[in-house]
C-alpha cells in the first residue's frame, strides 16, 4: 500500500515537472531523481525479526519496554499488550496512578487491569512508539503478552516453519504510515 501511494506521488509529481517547466532536461532531470528516490527506499528491504517456537508451542522473547528488558510472549488473541504488576514495576511505571477499570478475560479468568501508554516498545530492531498497554493487578499473570497493540503496527507478520517473522517499515516511511491502536 505504502509503495503504491509512493508510485503515486511520484507520477504527480513527474506530471507537475512537465507542466510547469515543459523543458525536456528539466523533465528528465526530474524523472531520473524520482527513481533514484525510489529504488533508495525499495533496494534495502528491513530484515525481519525471528522469533523460534518454544518446545510448549509458543512464541516467547525478550523485548525493550522503555529501555528495560523484559520476557513476554507473542499473543495475536490478545488485543493489547499486557504487562504483570510485577514487569510495570521492574520498569518503573507510575503504578500508584493507575485505575484497575478494564475487565479483562485472560487464560486465568476474569480480572481487572489499567490502561497505560508504553513511551517506547521494541523487539530486536523493530521499535513502536506510543503504544497503548494494559498491566493487570498484582499477582493476576504470569507472562507479559505482546498484543495486537503492537503487532497491528507492524508491515506484517507470520509464521514460517516454526519461527514467527516481525517485519517493520523501514525507518523513512515510519511518518507516513496510519497508526492503528487497539484499546479493549
Not at 21 to 29: C, E, K, L, N, V
Amino acid at each position: 500500500m505504502i509503495r503504491f501511494l509512493l508510485v503515486l506521488i511520484m507520477l504527480a509529481g513527474m506530471a507537475g515537472a512537465v507542466v510547469a517547466y515543459g523543458d525536456s532536461d528539466q523533465i528528465a532531470r526530474a524523472s531520473n531523481k524520482v527513481s533514484h528516490m525510489f529504488r533508495a527506499q525499495t533496494a534495502s528491504p528491513i530484515p525481519a525479526v525471528q522469533i523460534q517456537r518454544g518446545q510448549g508451542g509458543e512464541f516467547a522473547l525478550r523485548a525493550k519496554i522503555n529501555g528495560v528488558a523484559a520476557p513476554m510472549v507473542i499473543d495475536t488473541g490478545a488485543t493489547s499488550v499486557v504487562l504483570t504488576w510485577e514487569t510495570a514495576k521492574a520498569i518503573g511505571l507510575p503504578l500508584e496512578m493507575l485505575e484497575y477499570d478494564v475487565d479483562l478475560e485472560t487464560a486465568g479468568g476474569h480480572t481487572k487491569a489499567a490502561r497505560l501508554t508504553l513511551d517506547r516498545l521494541s523487539v530486536g530492531h523493530l521499535v513502536e512508539k506510543s503504544v497503548p498497554a494494559l498491566v493487570v493487578q498484582r499477582g493476576q499473570m504470569k507472562t507479559n503478552l505482546l498484543g495486537m497493540s503492537f503487532l497491528d503496527r507492524l508491515e506484517s507478520w507470520g509464521v514460517r516453519s516454526d519461527k514467527l517473522m516481525l517485519t517493520g517499515y523501514p525507518e523513512l516511511q515510519s511518518s507516513h504510515r496510519r497508526s492503528r491502536t487497539a484499546i479493549d
